[in-house]
């Protein structure tokens, strides 16, 4: 399957009203700001929208619009942000997923499950794909429109800092300040403040941390507890997702959550040659070269022994740990 | 006084030779990264030229060029990201302070101490100065001059993050991009990789954090003490003076750190409406609105206490705090 062109997704948006939008589940700062950015676009092309969502990190609230949360009943759904209809919320994988007009998206392992997808795994964020349509379009790109953009591309980017920033992300970026977005207190409130709770939970995080294959991988394992104790949800944790990688000499940072429903959710983040997707894929998951997930059932102990040995096997392929 | 215009500072350089580049004391990314960007610019130039440069942090030293310690006397003396004579080594202080023909900065609290200067204080960089420099006069941003600059936006920039990050900042990082430079492994190594020392000397910074005046101000000091028991250098804990301004609802944070010498140095990171540089400057140091610098002398508890006092009257005068 391919990708529609910017045109034809402009022309598809264009023949639908009555709009639910969806993004998936456990949202992110792209998952929001995607979803948000297309609201407000279709909302100033005269359009009946709404969105539902739910989980949405605190920091991130700033960008939801509560006039969004109407109800009624859609005549089309398009997601935003959605390599695959089960990464949506479950409940909305069994009610919508089968009927999606529309997917726009930039995940390389995307599985075309829409009717139409804009696809561009170029792209750094859902948010960069929307910002080329809109531009594409001739789509008047107002300061509300061009926050919630913002937050997907730094969101996803770490703030530009990770290997899927190109050029083309930055000069979009660039474009979006000039609306006149204060970018200095957008990125102080999403990357720069840590909640007493976040402080407690990144020290229980930073004792958590453990280091195997040679020091080749560092693996976090999360249990629901943790969060309790630091009086937390885990929406707000996705801040140490990216810890277990930063140790010096790790190839594969490997982050192990526990959800609320017992079942465990893996992150994985890897540096070049290490691929993540790949990794993942091999328990259903996806994603990009450096940074996937997957689902991992419910008995964590053996699902980080699970994940350890894909990784050990992908080290060795590499040349990276002797067989 | 006043800037030199881009032509004029070009012309400077073209009439030089035999040229020896210094940058300010404990050199950050920006130092680092603008000293050798220049350096490979006027050796393209057909210019002799060489660097001095002490305590160059670990993940900076992949952009050092062993080939410009050469040693010759200079003819004439370039400072790159100096706000004031008084920030170079104090031996290069005595022995150049006086002879500098010409400093490139972006420092709006610049001293204007060289016979010519050319300084922008909108540009987020020295290295975005000299990329202005070199884009102007039609020098060609050679892949290594190209990771220089990268270097030094991005670590002034925080990778993007700062309010001092513009669309003309982020333009001219995607014109560096196109040169080919791995962003994703730079930044990487600069921003996402801790070594056991850091995470140690980290942990114990975390504990040594204390809130005062409401929670509006954060305060790590940091006696030499704590470098030997993480068994880590100053120079390679630069990361950790974002801390204290990361708690939620502080708006200055403040990181007091003893040099080997025995003096304190302060480093202020503010939130609008504080002003680092006015705070500092009460104490003849300087810098950004929201990062700053300034030496205190050699009694910790006092100066701590000093600069917590100016905090407070910042405080106080932006209605933050009673009076």
Wanted: hydrophobic letters at 45%.
């Amino acid at each position: 399957m391919n990708s529609i062109s910017l045109k034809r997704a402009f022309e598809a948006l264009g023949q639908m009203d009555d709009i639910l939008i969806l993004a998936h589940a456990n949202p992110d700062g792209d998952a929001v700001g995607s979803m948000f950015a297309l609201y407000l676009a279709l909302r100033g092309m005269g359009k009946r929208v709404r969105c539902e969502i739910r989980d949405v990190p605190e920091n991130l609230r700033f960008i939801v619009r509560e006039e969004a949360f109407a109800d009624f009943p859609p005549r089309y759904i398009v997601t935003v942000d959605t390599g695959d209809k089960k990464l949506l919320n479950a409940s909305f994988t069994d009610k919508y997923g089968d009927h999606v007009a529309l997917n726009i998206d930039h995940h390389g392992t995307n599985g075309f499950f829409a009717d139409e997808t804009l696809v561009d795994p170029t792209a750094a964020a859902a948010c960069e794909v929307l910002f080329d349509l809109f531009t594409f379009a001739g789509i008047e790109i107002t300061k509300e429109i061009a926050i919630c953009l913002y937050v997907g591309i730094s969101t996803d980017t770490g703030c530009f800092r990770y290997a899927n920033t190109t050029a083309k992300t930055l000069r979009a970026a660039a474009c979006l300040l000039e609306t006149g977005i204060d970018n200095g207190a957008v990125n102080t409130d999403i990357f720069e403040t840590k909640t007493p709770q976040f402080v407690a939970f990144e020290r229980a995080a930073m004792n958590a941390l453990r280091l195997c294959l040679g020091g080749k991988c560092a693996v976090l394992r999360i249990p629901q507890q943790m969060y309790k104790d630091a009086g937390i949800k885990e929406a707000d944790t996705q801040g140490v997702n990216g810890l277990p990688r930063m140790i010096a000499g790790v190839y594969a940072g490997v982050t192990v959550k526990e959800r609320e429903n017992g079942v465990y959710h893996a992150s994985v983040r890897t540096k070049e040659p290490i691929n993540a997707a790949a990794i993942c894929e091999k328990f259903g998951g996806g994603g990009h070269k450096y940074a996937a997930g997957c689902e991992l059932g419910k008995d964590g102990e053996a699902a980080e022994a699970q994940l350890v040995a894909a990784v050990e096997e992908a080290l060795k392929a590499a040349g990276l740990l002797n067989g």
